[in-house]
């Protein structure tokens, strides 16, 4: 089973506009990390922001915030206020116990002027 | 003073061959990893080192073999090359005692198998 999830293969959002990327998780440790990394055209990994399975309150951090609901295994990242140098692949990532991080398949995020 | 580094960036080889690619870390992470990004941009891990320690070994071919003289690198090397060993790879550290800390990821090498 895969233990993460992200939906959408490709997005489209307009300049300025706030847009919402899905990731849902599978998993039965009670203490897991979730991470959203951006990874432009150029190629390199960058890490936008953490969550953990014990924080009380959603993570944010500048234009990017995580709409973390525990119940349901979902850890959607939203970026406000969108901007040309967002299009990038996003991927969404868990870690499970030490060591172990798993990778969504990603997801494309087109920004249209 | 990049953090994580590895070298070539680009490395096109004919299949048979054997080649290697170098990771340093000067973030004194006690962690590394090699991925592997496919055509289609899935990563999938192969291999993590803490403190010179093997930890994760995924079913990767034994014509993979990764080594880490010390905590600050790792080194992939990989025998009779296949086509199918054409991908972009990832090396990358975090420090594990900090079950918060990302996943630094160096720029990747594209290897290119012909």
């Known amino acids: 089973a895969q233990k993460i999830t992200q939906t959408q293969p490709g997005m489209f959002v307009q300049e300025k506009e706030a847009v919402t990327l899905d990731c849902t998780y599978d998993t039965s440790d009670p203490s897991y990390g979730l991470f959203w990394y951006k990874q432009p055209s150029s190629g390199e990994m960058i890490f936008l922001i953490y969550?953990?399975?014990?924080?009380?309150q959603n993570a944010t951090e500048g234009r990017y915030s995580l709409n973390f609901q525990k119940a349901r295994k979902s850890a959607n990242l939203v970026i406000s206020a969108s901007q040309l140098g967002d299009s990038a692949m996003y991927f969404c990532?868990?870690?499970?116990?030490?060591?172990?991080?798993?990778f969504g398949i990603g997801t494309k995020l087109q920004v249209i002027p | 003073d990049t953090a994580v580094s590895q070298t070539p960036k680009y490395l096109v080889t004919q299949m048979g061959n054997d080649k290697s690619i170098k990771c340093e870390q000067n973030?004194?992470?006690?962690?590394m990893y090699w991925y592997k990004q496919d055509s289609k941009k899935f990563l999938k891990i192969m291999f993590s080192?803490?403190?010179?320690?093997?930890?994760i070994n995924e079913t990767v071919p034994n014509r993979f073999s990764p080594k880490s003289p010390d905590k600050a690198h790792l080194n992939l090397h990989i025998n009779s090359l296949e086509l199918g060993d054409s991908a972009v790879y990832f090396c990358a550290s975090s420090q594990e005692e900090n079950r918060r800390s990302p996943l630094h990821f160096g720029n990747g090498t594209r290897l290119t198998v012909t």
């Open positions: 080192y803490n403190n010179k320690e093997l930890i």
């Open positions: 969550q953990g399975s014990y924080d009380q």
């Open positions: 990532a868990m870690r499970e116990g030490y060591q172990k991080v798993t």
């Open positions: 973030l004194g992470h006690d962690t």
